[in-house]
């Protein structure tokens, strides 16, 4: 053992000196090797947006366009959305659409329905809510939306989980599919999706079932891959046709895992709420975006409010519905207190104009009560805000961005590669220096070093405050339901919330972007720490204190040795998270991929956006491979994995 | 020296059974992507290093059974000796890589899928180690599934299920779900449901593995009670040789993927074939494994009012003996085979 960890270290010694030296002396020696040359770039941008104005004036299924195709799909779903939205929001000609009064009449039923009182009354006091504060009609229109994609969301990943599981061949191919649209950040295909369905909230929600749809695939497969080999030969035994096996067998027993993967679809999708705004959505997401453009934070604020509201109240409700309770009372009383609801509310608008839109006189607002904070701190604690930003901009982020930049990328390359090799061996190698190279080929380096920069600081904080967290909270068994509830709702939160405090302090600049990055990557770094550490097995603890180990000892030289693996793929999530924030920091305007994607969908250049997006999945794949790798390793040490 | 045993009446002699219900020939089953070719390659007499340095590994090998019907048969080994296999190739919930099953005669790797779904619609049932109940249903929906996948009618299927829980003793516990349940009750409602289309052939995979010693026990006694009704032809696997001779008609000794020896629990204890099946009968002492058959002698005087039935070994039956001098010993039907008396079992017991 001592001898290969004294040979790990000699091989890596000797890596990064070569790498020193290569820095210091190579340049003159192999220019190319900085900066790859300009003639030998891959003009992939340009057959990307070749091939889309292929699909849209040329391809052609022999009986119909590719054309005719999207319209279909469009009017497929435009149909849906606009009964939907005349319903909750602009009503059918002189009908009126549900009044607030009703719908969170019906919310409560619903909630209820899930999981009894005290889930009607959070469903209730969300959707006043949004009532009081005014945001009634944007947040209907964001129901709507939400109401259409996902359902298509859900089936359209059930759909395919189920056809891959049936299909080995499938399965290998789609994977690869899943892994690079869950790290592919969103803008990147809001410009396809745009060219090809136009600017309107039927795109939107083709962009948000798209960005949904990966993780209800994946959950798919993996729940049915987990229901026992023993129920799959029950089935066989009674002589299920494949139809009964489905339905009968595999989907009931993989119920639980199915319905988290639903709760994600709907997360997701609220998660998308502003960001499909910007092709159309309309609602809530607007109202967001536009506030931030022209920095009008206290009716940002409010919007975002509404949206986490939404978010709390369908995340607990879908949630409840997972815990599967047997017993729960019959659905047709709720659908008789439903209707019952719908009647009430619909007799009390005729004499009580209030029951149909909130009493404008009873709203509150408290918009312009934040724009003064954000004046009055801005006012008054400027210098000391502009201290802190200046410090760590020049004495920590200039400094390692410039280093990051001036590195080779053949360096990078090799050592990558290095580190795949020890990780996981010749494919991993590959992998991880091909993809650098890869890079470096669409001459998008030095943006993408700007990406790493940005993502590696904010993680290495996001990881220094959240493990100590992590490990107080599984020391003191009492913080940590609290702690749950704390990263629970941080988690249900869309991302664009994080933004605002930190651009209302700092307005726009890298620093800025790195708050946001760090505040919404904690939370897998203190959960993935907490339930490692709480993971261990206890033999192995009371065997610790039988030996007479110290608390200090029992955590460093016990729990956490054995929760290691745990913590790496908390490492990992926070990466994942990084990136995906790291995109959406582009509005506050930093330099790095996530900009070249932002810049792409404002210029609707599908090739340019989706080129640097996939260099941001590139970046995310290369660090999971990696640390997955790291973490099997250790997995494989500990003897918790053969 | 243990004194000879006398010669057993020749009506009762174990042997072949006239016609066997289920067959197996030369079954094999190795696993790995060219599982069919590395077997041609390697040939049967290959070892099963030479199977894993070409990447597969040789679960079920060469396996010849005749399995009668109405015997139960008891599949023995330890965990990976290929045992789960083997009863799923006989299903063909796997597919063997080489050999025959036979059932009545009819080679099953040779059936369409359709013939075979039919097949086990109808005339096999299966219970499962851990149970296998489906989550979602209560205990009646799970014991009735079996005729819902068959598209018997919803009143029917209900009917029977009601009478399969009573069967199992579970009257009362229709609507509860499984989670509801403890491993006894939930092993109950798996029976039930395995015998709710009636089959002829009932396979069991370690029924009483995952239960608590004391259930095991009690299930077992369930297990004797409901074959002396229902007369089913059993395969039964167990880790557990104590299962295994107490409800064996005959057992199969299997290690790494190969029978070692077949025979009834009595052969299986006085002749062991390899030092491998002596390792497992050396603690077992010969009145566990004898049957009151094979003591007992003709009629003579008038019955005595105690009875047994034949299946019993005298282990179980001494303690009647403590008040009794002669048992009546019985068939299945209740017609008497013979009498037992003290002096005999007394003798055999104190042999050990």
């Known amino acids: 053992m001592a001898g290969r960890g004294i040979r790990a270290v000699v091989v890596w010694a000797g890596a990064l000196a070569l790498l020193a030296l290569f820095i210091t002396f190579g340049k ?4 190319w090797a900085f900066d790859w040359p300009r003639a030998a770039e891959l003009p992939a941008a340009r057959w990307i947006s070749a091939l889309m104005r292929w699909l849209l004036n040329d391809a052609s299924f022999g009986l119909f366009t590719f054309r005719d195709l999207t319209r279909a799909v469009a009017a497929v779903i435009d149909l849906p959305y606009r009964a939907v939205l005349g319903l909750l929001s602009g009503g059918f000609g002189a009908l009126p659409p549900l009044g607030w009064l009703a719908v969170t009449g019906l919310a409560m039923v619903i909630g209820h329905r899930a999981g009894g009182w005290a889930l009607a009354a959070l469903s209730g006091a969300g959707f ?16 709507a939306s939400i109401l259409i994609a996902v359902p298509i969301g859900i089936a359209g990943g059930l759909a395919l989980g189920l056809a891959a599981h049936r299909w080995p061949g499938l399965n290998r191919a789609i994977t690869p599919a899943l892994d690079l649209m869950q790290t592919i950040p969103v803008f990147a295909y809001l410009v396809p999706v745009l060219i090809l369905f136009g600017f309107g909230p039927v795109a939107a929600v083709i962009a948000t079932v798209i960005y949904a749809m990966p993780p209800m695939t994946r959950i798919t497969q993996l729940s049915l891959s987990r229901v026992p080999s023993e129920l799959r030969d029950l089935g066989q035994m009674v002589g299920c046709s494949r139809h009964q096996m489905t339905w009968k067998v595999m989907i009931p027993s993989a119920r639980e895992g199915l319905m988290v ?10 998660n998308m709420v502003i960001i499909a705004s910007m092709i159309g959505a309309g609602g809530l997401g607007f109202d967001v975006l536009a506030a931030l453009r022209r920095l009008d934070f206290g009716a940002g604020l409010e919007a975002g409010f509404a949206i986490v509201a939404l978010a709390i109240v369908l995340d607990r409700i879908s949630q409840a519905m997972a815990q599967d309770r047997p017993g729960a009372r019959a659905g047709h009383s709720y659908l008789l207190v439903a209707l019952a609801v719908l009647v009430l509310a619909g007799g009390l608008t005729m004499v009580l104009p209030g ?18 904070v ?13 201290a802190v930003k200046n410090f760590f901009l020049l004495n920590l982020m200039i400094p390692f961005k410039r280093f990051l930049i001036g590195l080779p990328w053949l360096g990078v390359a090799a050592l990558l590669a290095l580190a795949g090799w020890r990780l996981g061996g010749a494919r991993l190698a590959a992998l991880s220096g091909g993809l650098v190279v890869v890079i470096a080929a669409t001459g998008l380096w030095e943006e993408a070093m700007t990406t790493v920069y940005l993502c590696g600081i904010a993680v290495v904080i996001a990881m220094l405050i959240g493990l100590p967290i992590g490990v107080l909270a599984a020391e003191r068994d009492s ?13 249900t939160l869309p991302s664009f919330v994080y933004l605002m405090p930190a651009v209302m302090l700092f307005r726009v600049g890298d620093f800025t972007a790195l708050l946001a990055v760090v505040a919404y990557a904690i939370a897998p770094a203190i959960r993935y720490t907490a339930l490692g550490l709480q993971g261990v097995d206890a033999r192995l603890v009371e065997a610790g204190r039988a030996m007479g180990c110290t608390r200090g000892q029992i955590l460093w030289r016990i729990k956490l040795r054995l929760a290691l693996p745990e913590i790496l793929l908390g490492l990992n999530q926070t990466i994942m998270f990084a990136l995906s924030m790291l995109v959406i920091t582009a509005l506050v305007g930093t330099r790095d991929l996530g900009q070249e994607v932002y810049i792409a969908l404002t210029k609707a250049d599908a090739g340019r956006g989706l080129v640097a997006g996939m260099c941001v999945a590139f970046i995310a794949i290369i660090a999971d491979r990696l640390i997955q790798g790291a973490a099997r390793r250790a997995r494989a040490r500990l003897g918790l994995e053969t | 020296m243990p004194r000879p045993l006398p010669e057993p009446m ?6 072949p059974m006239p016609e066997p219900m289920l067959v197996c020939r030369d079954v094999w089953k190795v696993f790995g992507p060219q599982a069919a070719r590395v077997l041609s390659d390697l040939g049967p007499e290959a070892s099963a290093d030479q199977f894993v340095t070409k990447g597969h590994i040789p679960a079920v090998r060469a396996v010849d059974l005749e399995i009668g019907a109405g015997e139960i048969f008891v599949i023995m080994g330890l965990s990976g000796s290929g045992k789960s296999t083997l009863v799923r190739c006989l299903s063909r919930l796997i597919e063997p890589t080489a050999g025959e099953i036979l059932f009545h005669g009819e080679n099953l790797l040779a059936m369409s899928e359709d013939r075979m779904r039919d097949l086990r619609r109808h005339r096999m049932g299966m219970v499962f180690q851990h149970f296998a109940l489906l989550p979602h249903l209560t205990v009646a929906q799970n014991v009735a599934f079996p005729l819902e996948v068959q598209g018997v009618a919803r009143s029917e299927r209900e009917d029977r299920a009601r009478r399969m829980v009573a069967l199992v003793g579970l009257q009362g516990r229709e609507d509860a779900f499984p989670r509801q349940l403890s491993g006894g009750q939930q092993q109950r409602v798996g029976i039930a449901r395995s015998l709710a289309a009636d089959p002829e052939l009932w396979f069991l995979d370690e029924p009483f593995s995952a239960l608590d010693p004391l259930i095991r026990r009690e299930m077992q006694d369930e297990f004797i009670r409901l074959q002396s009704v229902l007369k089913k032809t059993i395969v039964f696997i167990t880790h557990d040789f104590d299962e295994a001779i107490r409800l064996a008609d005959r057992i199969a000794i299997m290690k790494d993927g190969a029978v070692v020896q077949v025979g009834t629990p009595e052969d299986l204890v006085m002749n062991p074939a390899t030092d491998y099946v002596a390792e497992f009968t050396r603690a077992v002492t010969r009145p566990k494994v004898v049957p009151v058959t094979r003591l007992m002698g003709p009629v003579t005087g008038p019955d005595p009012d105690a009875t047994l039935p034949a299946r019993t070994r005298l282990a179980e039956a001494a303690p009647l003996f403590l008040t009794h001098e002669t048992v009546r010993i019985t068939d299945e039907d209740g017609r008497t085979l013979g009498h037992l008396h003290r002096a005999d079992v007394v003798a055999m017991m104190l042999e050990g």
């Open chain 1, 28 to 31: 003159p020696l192999a220019p």
């Open chain 2, 10 to 15: 020749p009506a009762l002699k174990p042997g």
């Open chain 1, 374 to 386: 954000v004046r009055h701190i801005n006012v008054n604690y400027f210098d000391a805000l502009e």
């Open chain 1, 128 to 143: 006043l809510f949004i009532a009081v504060f005014g945001q009634w009609t944007s947040a209907m229109v964001t129901l």
């Open chain 1, 355 to 372: 029951a149909q839109d909130y009493p404008a006189e009873a709203r509150l607002s408290t918009g312009t009560f934040w724009s003064d």
């Open chain 1, 261 to 270: 993967g639903v709760n994600q679809v709907i997360m997701l999708s609220l």
């Open chain 1, 479 to 491: 913080l940590w339901p609290g702690l749950k509830l704390v990263i629970d709702t941080l988690q």
